[in-house]
């Protein structure tokens, strides 16, 4: 499972690995609207983001 993360992080665009450094590796808890502030963006797009990260993690374990 962890080389399926390593493998989908190295492949995502500089935003989705932003993201992703926000939401699971920062020290910070901040909710949906304060990682949408951070990044730039709205809730709803890093939602978005969030669930196409999920969704090739998925592809690469063979989960679906």
């Known amino acids: 499972m962890v080389e399926a993360i390593y493998q989908v992080y190295n492949a995502l665009q500089d935003n989705y690995k932003e993201l ?34 999920i969704h090739a993690t998925v592809e690469v374990l063979g989960w679906r």
């Open 20 to 53: 992703s450094r926000v939401k699971y590796w920062s020290n910070k808890r901040l909710t949906w609207d304060g990682i949408a502030l951070e990044l730039k963006v709205s809730k709803r797009q890093a939602m978005r983001w969030r669930d196409e990260i």
